[in-house]
């Protein structure tokens, strides 16, 4: 229970007054305390026994803010674990900056007690967060009835390794592995890479375009449509730093460069859950 303070009613109460003294005593504490917000004069002089409370301090971080990428917001600064240094996150993406704002450090932190990578640690969260938050309807999927693994893959229509992949499909599958599709064209917008994404998600079957377009067959390029999800893939595997295809992110936001071997793939992934345990 929170003591406001001893009321005129409590103590009217305490007394055991008759009803008219309480309410008289509660009309002229009420009278007084209109008297004194209608004349400040009025009002009773400050207790100097009682600390008047300091100021909050400003946020450190707003100043810091002015030394980042534009866009970057208060709170993709947080403090990090060594005392004085701020961790800075766009995307995936982590680096640290010393609260002076005097040095920045792009790099991986360690424990050294534990040998954890306290960096990767952050940046396997933030993938998981940014792939979980795209519906896989926004996706293009190849996979068995009961899969084991799932991956999420950024991939170039005309990639040589993508397409290697691609040609594996069936082997994935076989060994329990289910393939998640994002566009990611590495030459950028208005080039034939994106256009044939374009083209492929707006094929009646998908899949199939995806598979003809990887096989190099000729594509209809006129044959685009409205909402594609290209540019928002693109710029949502540029947050989590893939730089080139096919660029693999498993399901504990593990991230794996470049193709792989399917029986490799498969064992890979499994030394990364292991790690994890």
Same mark, same amino acid.
């Given at each position: $229970? &929170?003591? #406001?303070?001893? @009321?005129?009613?409590?103590?009217?109460?305490?007394?055991?007054?008759?009803?008219?003294?309480?309410?008289?005593? #509660?009309?002229?504490?009420?009278? @007084?305390?209109?008297?004194?917000?209608? !004349?400040?004069?009025?009002?009773?002089?400050?207790?100097?026994?009682?600390?008047?409370?300091?100021? %909050?301090?400003?946020?450190?971080?707003?100043?810091?803010l002015k030394r980042l990428p534009a866009g970057s917001k208060v709170e993709d600064l947080q403090p990090s674990p060594i005392p004085g240094i701020y961790q800075f996150t766009q995307g995936a993406d982590i680096s640290y900056l010393t609260a002076d704002g005097k040095y920045f450090l792009d790099g991986n932190l360690y424990d050294m007690e534990s040998r954890d990578n306290l960096t990767e640690a952050l940046?396997?969260?933030?993938?998981?967060?940014?792939?979980?938050?795209?519906?896989?309807?926004? $996706?293009?999927?190849?996979?068995?009835?009961?899969?084991?693994?799932?991956?999420?893959?950024?991939?170039?229509?005309?990639?040589?390794?993508?397409?290697?992949?691609? @040609?594996?499909?069936?082997?994935?599958?076989?060994?329990? &592995?289910?393939?998640?599709?994002?566009?990611? +064209?590495?030459?950028?917008?208005?080039?034939?890479?994106?256009?044939?994404?374009?083209?492929?998600?707006?094929?009646?079957?998908?899949?199939?375009? %995806?598979?003809?377009?990887?096989?190099?067959?000729? $594509?209809?390029?006129?044959?685009?449509?409205?909402?594609?999800? &290209?540019?928002?893939?693109?710029? %949502?595997?540029? @947050? #989590?730093?893939?730089?080139?295809?096919?660029?693999?992110?498993?399901?504990?936001? !593990?991230?794996?460069?470049?193709?792989? +071997?399917?029986?490799?793939?498969?064992?890979? #992934?499994?030394?990364?859950? %292991?790690?994890?345990?």
């Amino acid at each position: $229970m &929170v003591r #406001i303070g001893r @009321s005129p009613w409590k103590f009217a109460l305490r007394a055991k007054a008759p009803l008219t003294a309480v309410a008289l005593i #509660i009309c002229t504490a009420a009278l @007084s305390a209109a008297a004194s917000a209608a !004349d400040p004069a009025r009002a009773p002089a400050a207790d100097p026994a009682r600390p008047v409370p300091a100021e %909050l301090p400003a946020d450190p971080r707003v100043a810091l803010l002015k030394r980042l990428p534009a866009g970057s917001k208060v709170e993709d600064l947080q403090p990090s674990p060594i005392p004085g240094i701020y961790q800075f996150t766009q995307g995936a993406d982590i680096s640290y900056l010393t609260a002076d704002g005097k040095y920045f450090l792009d790099g991986n932190l360690y424990d050294m007690e534990s040998r954890d990578n306290l960096t990767e640690a952050l940046r396997v969260r933030a993938r998981m967060a940014l792939i979980g938050a795209v519906p896989e309807s926004q $996706m293009l999927i190849f996979g068995p009835k009961n899969p084991l693994y799932t991956i999420t893959v950024f991939t170039d229509v005309d990639c040589a390794y993508c397409r290697k992949m691609h @040609s594996e499909m069936a082997e994935l599958n076989r060994l329990g &592995v289910r393939v998640r599709y994002m566009f990611f +064209p590495r030459t950028g917008p208005n080039t034939d890479s994106w256009k044939k994404a374009e083209v492929v998600w707006c094929s009646p079957n998908r899949n199939e375009a %995806l598979t003809r377009a990887k096989t190099g067959a000729q $594509m209809d390029m006129s044959k685009t449509c409205d909402a594609t999800p &290209v540019a928002r893939e693109y710029a %949502l595997g540029q @947050s #989590i730093g893939v730089r080139g295809t096919p660029a693999i992110v498993t399901e504990n936001g !593990d991230y794996i460069a470049g193709y792989m +071997p399917p029986r490799e793939l498969v064992d890979e #992934i499994k030394d990364l859950q %292991l790690a994890k345990r």
